[in-house]
């Protein structure tokens, strides 16, 4: 990942201004997503949450750097191949490379750099 036009600059996700930074909802096949997004330059930054049940309605093919900060997290991989993370456990997988899915039965909170 080549980080491009970004100048240095923080966010504070445990104060967030949550009014700057508002939740988008993406209803998934089952449950629903809240992602609390940054964007500038060629990055996004997020803070998602998952709720139980989730179950992503798209095979993704964007690189990203995930980890998961609460809650429990299955990956499956469009070749069958699953992965399951817990807190303090990332993935990092390169833009259309191997297309996923998330899924969780219990709930997830993520923070994600694509």
């Known amino acids: 990942m080549k980080i491009q036009d970004v100048p240095f600059c923080t966010v504070d996700w ?4 949550w009014d700057s930074i508002k939740a988008t909802t ?5 449950g629903e997503a809240y992602w609390h997004t940054f964007e500038m330059g060629n990055i ?12 992503a309605d798209h095979w993704c093919k964007r690189g990203h750097v995930l ?15 699953k992965f399951i993370l817990t807190q303090g456990m990332s993935y990092q997988v390169a833009e259309d490379i191997n297309p996923h899915r998330s899924y969780t039965e219990k709930g997830a909170k993520l923070f994600i750099v694509d």
Do not use: A, F, K, Q
């Open 14 to 17: 445990n104060s967030v201004d």
């Open 26 to 30: 993406h209803p998934g096949i089952t």
């Open 44 to 55: 996004r930054v997020r803070m998602v949450e998952y709720t139980p049940g989730y179950l």
């Open 67 to 81: 980890l998961v900060m609460e809650g429990e997290l299955v990956t499956e991989l469009e070749d069958g191949r």
